[in-house]
């Protein structure tokens, strides 16, 4: 299978970057681990005016090894929530240090956003690194209050699961912030097509030509030609989840976000047929009682809202085909609020297109669309 993204190696031009990120993470992890017990948060670890630089010249410091590339500074925000946030996302902090410092690199996925930002994937696919603007972090770090105390409260919340945010600077050069969070398609199975899904229409839909759409791309609204039919008890849990997380999101003050789903075809789809239109030739139309245990090789993976669910995919329109799909799924790109660019993208779009179609809108217009969006494609299985 097609791994996503180009492997970052000598004489990339985000090289040093890559470098830096990995000593800066191998040195906050490691620091935390070994000179602080893991204590109960305080608010002051919540505040932004804890500032935690750090100076790597190259030839090392008592505190830092030396390493290849120019000096460069590094900070961390708030690293106690992080590190708290990440033993209740379960990652074990060697772990997390070996995906992201070993000597493996990382790879960089081709801008797979309109924002510029840009995307690493740890090779064990398990963490994903998104570069952010100052705004998104400044977003994050003021919702983190809240967002650790709904965390805590849903362990099934579908927003992203954040494990870091960081800074770099080089010396002479511009500062980098990126967060590190889950990557949600982690997965034994792999993801034949994934939806970016808004609720919004207006220049939803992917430009690439059908020909040249396959299991990378990103799909969007317009896109989806499948209505999800999930067990009864799944679907009351999202439902229930989606309108608890929306609700988060609205009281913070956000709008933008996606729900980005992930489907896992069952039977055999060979990877030449997977354009669009060749989904619906594919053979493994679902039989009503069919057993799903044969198709896990007897070690199941665990199954959880968003993760490993069992569904059909019902195509819409006449005469739809249905598929036994696995679905991945979970709420992104939570980082924007509606400021200034987003009145103003709102405004100009308004211009062009009927106002209530277009993705900039205020937040509570927007919580209210995506919900009644996600009500439409997914559906009770009776
Ligand atoms: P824009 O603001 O233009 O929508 P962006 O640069 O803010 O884009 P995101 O929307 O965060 O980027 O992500 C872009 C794409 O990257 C998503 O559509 C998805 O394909 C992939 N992606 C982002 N976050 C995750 C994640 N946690 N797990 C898996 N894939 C992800
Ligand atoms: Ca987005
Ligand atoms: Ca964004």
Redesign the pocket.
Same mark, same amino acid.
């Not at 801008?111 to 930002?117: I, N, T």
């Not at 969070?181 to 982690?186: A, D, E, V, Y």
């Given at each position: 299978a097609k791994k996503p993204g180009e492997t970052i190696s000598k004489g990339h031009k985000n090289y040093d970057l890559m470098l830096n990120l990995q000593l800066g993470i191998r040195y906050s992890v490691g620091k935390l681990a070994s000179l602080t017990q893991m204590r109960d948060l305080r608010q002051g670890d919540f505040d932004p005016k804890e500032k935690f630089w750090t100076r790597f010249p190259p030839e090392g410091s008592k505190i830092t090894p030396p390493h290849q590339s120019v000096e460069f500074r590094w900070k961390d925000y708030c690293p106690m929530v992080f590190r708290h946030l990440r033993r209740l996302f379960a990652v074990d902090p060697a772990d997390y240090m070996l995906a992201i410092c070993g000597s493996d690199a990382l790879r960089e @996925?081709s801008?797979? %956003?309109? /924002? %510029? /930002?840009f995307?690493y994937l740890t090779q064990d696919d398990r963490f *994903?690194i998104?570069t952010?603007k100052k705004s998104?972090v400044k977003v994050l770090i003021k919702m983190l209050p809240s967002y650790f105390q709904h965390v805590c409260q849903y362990k099934s919340s579908l927003v992203?699961?954040f494990y870091g945010v960081h800074c770099v600077k080089p010396i002479g050069g511009q500062k980098v912030r990126f967060i590190v969070?889950?990557? @949600?398609?982690?997965s034994e199975f792999h993801i034949h097509r994934?939806f #970016?899904l808004k609720g919004s229409s207006h220049g939803r839909m992917t430009d690439k030509p059908e020909g040249e759409i396959d299991e990378t791309t990103?799909l969007k609204d317009l896109d989806l030609n499948f209505v999800f039919r999930l067990h009864k008890i799944w679907f009351e849990e999202l439902m229930g989840q989606i309108d608890r997380d929306c609700e988060f999101l609205e009281a913070e003050g956000i709008m #933008?976000? /996606?729900l @980005?789903v %992930?489907l896992h075809f069952c039977g055999d789809i060979s990877s030449s047929k997977t354009s669009l239109s060749a989904c619906s030739s594919s053979p493994c139309r679902l039989s009503r009682n069919h057993s799903d245990s044969s198709r896990f090789h007897g070690r199941r993976p665990l199954i959880r809202l968003g993760a490993n669910m069992p569904a059909r995919a019902e195509q819409s329109g006449h005469g739809g085909e249905t598929f036994e799909v696995i679905l991945y799924f979970?709420i *992104? #790109?939570i @980082?924007?609020d509606y400021d200034i660019s987003k009145k103003l993208e709102h405004a100009y779009k308004s211009l062009q297109a009927d106002p209530s179609s277009i /993705?900039a809108v205020d937040p509570k217009l927007y919580s209210r669309r995506f919900r009644d969006f996600i009500r439409r494609i997914f559906v009770e299985d009776r």
């Open positions: @996925l801008s797979p %956003g309109k /924002s %510029g /930002s995307f *994903i998104k952010v998104e992203t699961k969070m889950g990557n @949600l398609f982690c994934r #970016d990103t #933008d976000y /996606s @980005l %992930g979970g *992104i #790109d @980082l924007q /993705s």
